[in-house]
């Protein structure tokens, strides 16, 4: 079992920055690859980003390619979410997840409860 907990959300301006965590619970987080997905109000869930157990191989949507970077910490048992350039589309709850790697919501076994990022104009 692994139990996600997110931090960094809130208020920002267009242009600015965020940094998310997630810290994991459970000794195998190693094992798992991880990622965020977010979902805006009145919207479909959506990908957004997912790194390999190691943090060798990483697969962004197109949507935040060059302005997102997610990076682990295995010592730490931590994910983080670099969010650079916000635009107010960027606005959403922002989960984090565990499992296998992939772009779609049942590659993930596992999900934070959530963080919300408001971009404002």
């Known amino acids: 079992q692994v139990q996600l907990v997110e931090s960094g959300g809130g208020l920002v301006q267009a242009g600015g920055s965020l940094r998310l965590s997630c810290a994991a619970s459970?000794?195998?987080?190693?094992?798992?690859?991880m990622g965020w997905f977010r979902q805006a109000p009145g919207k479909e869930r959506e990908f957004v980003v997912a790194?390999?157990?190691?943090?060798?191989?990483?697969y962004y949507a197109d949507s935040v390619k060059g302005r997102f970077t997610i990076s682990r910490d295995n010592a730490k048992n931590t994910v983080y979410l670099q969010m650079n350039s916000l635009k107010p589309e960027d606005t959403a709850v922002y989960y984090c997840?565990?499992?296998?790697?992939?772009?779609?919501?049942?590659?993930?076994?596992?999900w934070g409860q959530g963080t919300q990022v408001t971009v404002s104009s």
């Open positions: 790194i390999s157990w190691r943090g060798g191989t990483t």
């Open positions: 997840v565990a499992g296998g790697y992939g772009s779609n919501w049942y590659d993930y076994d596992y």
């Open positions: 459970g000794r195998t987080f190693s094992s798992y690859a």
